[in-house]
């Protein structure tokens, strides 16, 4: 038996038989179910019967884990960007959550990035939207244009193979203002096999963070940003110190 078993055991007593009728006694049993599954079986059960149903932001799917979009916030109001670069937008919801933190701070744009807008349904006065292939010299150039002279934050979200992630890396990086970020998401599927409802055939962008970060000293891994352990970024908040 677990330690943590033990003590919701001390607090709440052994789950009882269920009853016919549902009762403070089924409550327990229902949350001893779940206080015993392990971090990775809630990833996967997050990622599988969660993220792709039932995560919006005011009504527009976001593909997101929310401690990481707590931690987003966070570092929006302690870097107070004038732009965020968004790469990947899907159906705009993490998009529209930007605007509107943008909002409450009264200053910033977001700028869209994504090669395919079928699904995406976003709009706010401070969402600029550039269409086309992310490490594209054209794309590459417009969201240049959008940052120049300003404080500049970056999240990446676009195609998770490790190579794609590593030319928008090596593409966007420059854009970045020391003491801001580059938020690299979904380097857990390098922590998980492959079928298992997280895992990749191919490398993905935790193994391009570690590759971007052997030749690239001006950033640092921000484990602080980690601390609600349950996120889907490791090693994925990058800030630029120089």
Known sequence: M??????LRNLFG???????????????????DRFRMTLAEWLIFHQKDVIFQDCKWMGVRALKNPLDAWIYQEIIYDVKPDVIVEIGSYEGGTTLFFAHILDLLGQGIVVSVDIDRSKYSARHDRIVEITGES????????VKKQCQGKRVLILHDGDHVKTHVLKDLEAYAPM?????YFIVEDGIVDLFEAGDGLGMES?????????????????????????????YNPKGFLKRVK
Do not use: M, W
Not at 2 to 7: F, M, Q, R, W
Not at 14 to 32: E, F, G, I, M, T
Not at 135 to 142: H, L, R, T
């Open 2 to 7: 677990s330690k943590l078993t033990k003590t």
């Open 14 to 32: 052994d789950a009882p038989a269920r009853q016919p009728s549902r009762n403070v006694c089924d409550s327990k049993a229902d949350y001893l």
């Open 135 to 142: 490490a594209s010299e054209p794309v590459v150039e417009q």
């Open 176 to 180: 970045v203002s020391v003491g801001s």
């Open 203 to 231: 490398d993905g962008p935790l193994a391009a963070v570690e590759e971007f970060l052997k030749t690239h000293d001006e950033f640092e891994i921000d484990r602080a940003r980690e601390r609600y352990v349950l996120t």
